[in-house]
């Protein structure tokens, strides 16, 4: 079999294996994770994520999702717990055990003690009558699937399936407490996800820097503002301080002839120009640009200009 064969037949493996998932879903296993998505919602303290092996990475990956979106929670090594580390499980936590088997003996202490102190248990597993299905309060019972390895021994598509239902149960969390996009620049401060995050107003030129001239301005000072402001292009404003046009590079190229230096603003600009409001986040704002194919916009209170943004703001950031 070909390398290609072999990838095209372990992502159709796969694809059933997300396939069974769904379908579980809409059977006992969804009523499990509505209950424990409410658990997990009136709890005082964290999600309590640990597993061993491969399910073990699986769950740092899945607290990390819960933390990132809203619902605080963080790995614990089953293999520590018992050396100490069960103290940072309290009773206000919510414990959710990964075990594909459900018979793995490093979650022992760990389950053990959320019988203890009446610890919530939520076990994620594919057999019922497992040790953690048989001990936990609330059993995500997953759908038998085929490995995508081919003597069924790495786990694939169980821990492919295991990993889905954790996003799911992530998103749904996040869509139940209501957290936003602005939660997440909170949670998401640096990197592109950061930059793509942030607002306009954080990012736009205001006061001295805003390239602007009334409508009777004549075109021979209004020229020499374009330039001097840098930005490719000059906000045309009325006698309220509204904005009324905008003048381009185009603009002048399109009535570049003897009458342009003794030409008014009003007589040369374009008018309604895009603008954009400055609570607009800076994706959606280099989202118009490309739409628009432009490299500026101004960023207005109402029809009052306030400041204005180059897409090479956007770009220094990593909103791109």
């Known amino acids: 079999m070909s390398v290609l064969d072999s990838i095209g037949k372990s992502l159709e493996i796969g694809q059933a294996g997300l396939v069974a998932l769904r379908e579980a879903v809409d059977g006992p296993?969804?009523?499990s994770v509505v209950k424990a998505a409410g658990r997990i919602l009136k709890a005082p303290g964290r999600?309590?994520?640990t597993g061993m092996g491969k399910s073990g990475h699986i769950g740092v990956k899945i607290?990390?999702?819960?933390?990132?979106?809203?619902?605080p929670a963080y790995f614990v090594h089953p293999g520590e717990a018992s050396h100490g580390d069960l103290g940072m499980i309290s009773q206000g936590d919510v414990v959710l055990a990964l075990s594909w088997s459900g018979e793995t003996a490093e979650l022992a202490s760990i389950i053990t003690y959320s019988r203890r102190f009446a610890v919530p248990l939520i076990g994620m597993t594919s057999r019922a009558e497992s040790a953690l299905g048989r001990s936990s309060d609330i059993c995500l019972l997953m759908p038998q699937v085929v490995e995508a390895c081919p003597h069924g021994l790495a786990p694939t598509t169980s821990t492919l399936i295991q990993l889905a239902l954790g996003d799911c149960l992530a998103i749904a969390l996040l869509e139940a407490r209501g957290f936003s996009a602005q939660d997440f620049k909170t949670f998401h401060p640096g990197g592109s996800l950061g930059g793509r995050l942030k607002l306009v107003g954080d990012l736009m030129h205001t006061g001295d820097r805003l390239p602007l001239v009334p409508e009777t301005e004549p075109m021979s000072t209004a020229i020499v503002t374009m330039s001097a402001k840098s930005f490719g292009c000059l906000g045309v404003i009325d006698g309220g301080g509204n904005l009324v046009g905008v003048i381009t590079d185009g603009d002048l190229r399109r009535n570049m002839g003897s009458e342009l230096l003794a030409a008014k603003a009003a007589d040369v600009m374009t008018r309604g120009p895009k603008t954009i409001a400055a609570g607009t986040m800076a994706a959606s704002a280099l989202e118009t640009m490309n739409a628009s194919r432009i490299s500026a916009l101004f960023v207005v209170d109402g029809n009052r200009p306030v400041g204005i943004l180059h897409i090479h703001d956007l770009l220094r950031v990593g909103a791109g």
Do not use: K, P, Q, R
């Open 29 to 31: 296993l969804g009523e």
């Open 47 to 49: 999600v309590i994520v």
């Open 63 to 71: 607290a990390s999702t819960f933390s990132s979106t809203g619902t």
